[in-house]
């Protein structure tokens, strides 16, 4: 990530810290991790409400 130019950090949980990735670009600023795995919460939603439609 140092080597990039403000480039931004997604995963989609769960992660190993410091396994996968360390702590400092988890808790970076230019990390968009919770925020993606805030958005998986509603896409399994919509697809487990389309099979049971």
Do not use: W
């Not at 396994?19 to 925020?35: A, M, Q, R, T, Y």
């Not at 509603?42 to 409400?49: D, E, F, W």
């Amino acid at each position: 990530m140092a080597k990039t130019n403000n480039a931004a950090f997604m995963h989609c949980l769960p992660i190993r810290r410091n396994v996968v990735v360390s702590d400092g670009v988890l808790d970076s600023p230019n990390s968009k991790v919770i925020e993606q795995a805030n958005n998986r919460t509603y896409a399994a939603a919509a697809v487990l409400k389309t099979l049971l439609s």
